[in-house]
């Protein structure tokens, strides 16, 4: 276990593995957990990072404001304090949406992007996930937090097949607050990239699973529009969580694409 203090609290992160740096990147209501076997297999060739965003984990939960804007600002300090120059960024989800928007406004500091199942646009979230951006609605759900985790396990079944995942969802919302659970995803929500994606220069990949309830499995067509260089890759049996439903075909897809040509060699 290791952390960073920022300006705006600490940062929990997790490294293993040796090599030129990969930072990974967990979506809402995650943490860096969600990365354990990707990690696993990613260290054996690169040293790879995942850092718990501000308010969720293990991180600190002490802002004001949860919104993509802050965890951008998060990547750029992390990235600043670790001296690491560029890296990929990896990012799930909400994940996903910050590694573009680093892209876009720090490009120094991304080499290449991936994005797993993450929206373009706000409004290819879930009805569920909309409603948890609304106030009332977040403070009545963490007002009944015993029957709202009783729901968010049996919930969790549904949005991915693999039989760890009610207790890792379980585990990870505990940590959170009424206000990062409320703030992250009211921003997500509010956020469009599309305008932006021709902004994205560096190679970027977006893996998307046909069976996604939580982002609308389409979302890759924006980006594949949008972004100059850029692959998709879609897992047909998988949802929202291919890292954990189909681990090795994930890690396999993922490193394939770290390993293709970096246009910046001195990473470090």
Not at 79 to 97: C, D, F, K, Y
Not at 114 to 132: D, E, Q, T, Y
Not at 214 to 228: A, D
């Amino acid at each position: 276990m290791s952390s960073i203090t920022t300006d705006q609290g600490i940062v929990h992160y997790e490294v293993y593995g040796r090599g030129r740096p990969v930072i990974l990147l967990h979506g809402w209501l995650g943490s860096w957990g969600l990365w354990q076997e990707t990690m696993g297999y990613l260290g054996g060739f690169y040293r790879t990072y995942a850092m718990d965003f501000w308010g969720f984990g293990e991180s600190g939960k002490k802002r004001e404001t949860y919104a993509v804007s802050d965890f951008v600002s998060l990547v750029n300090q992390f990235m600043e304090q670790l001296g690491i120059v560029h890296a990929p960024l990896v990012g799930h989800s909400m994940g996903g949406t910050v590694s573009l928007s680093v892209a876009i406004q720090y490009p120094e500091r991304v080499s290449k992007v991936v994005v797993v199942g993450s929206p373009m646009v706000g409004s290819s979230l879930a009805p569920l996930l909309k409603l948890a951006g609304l106030r009332p609605i977040a403070f009545m759900l963490f007002n009944m937090m015993t029957p709202f985790r009783l729901f968010m396990k049996y919930y969790a079944r549904i949005i991915c097949s693999d039989p760890r995942f009610p207790a890792m969802m379980d585990r990870d919302l505990s940590r959170t607050t009424v206000e990062s659970f409320l703030l992250s995803i009211a921003s997500l929500r509010r956020t469009d990239l599309t305008p932006m994606l021709p902004m994205i220069k560096v190679p970027s990949l977006g893996i998307y699973g046909d069976k996604d309830l939580i982002v609308h499995p389409m979302q890759w067509q924006p980006m594949q529009k949008g972004i100059p260089n850029v692959k998709i890759e879609r897992f047909p049996t998988a949802g929202h969580f291919p890292m954990l439903e189909m681990p090795n075909e994930f890690s396999q897809t993922l490193k394939k694409f770290l390993d293709e040509d970096f246009s910046k060699p001195n990473e470090q």
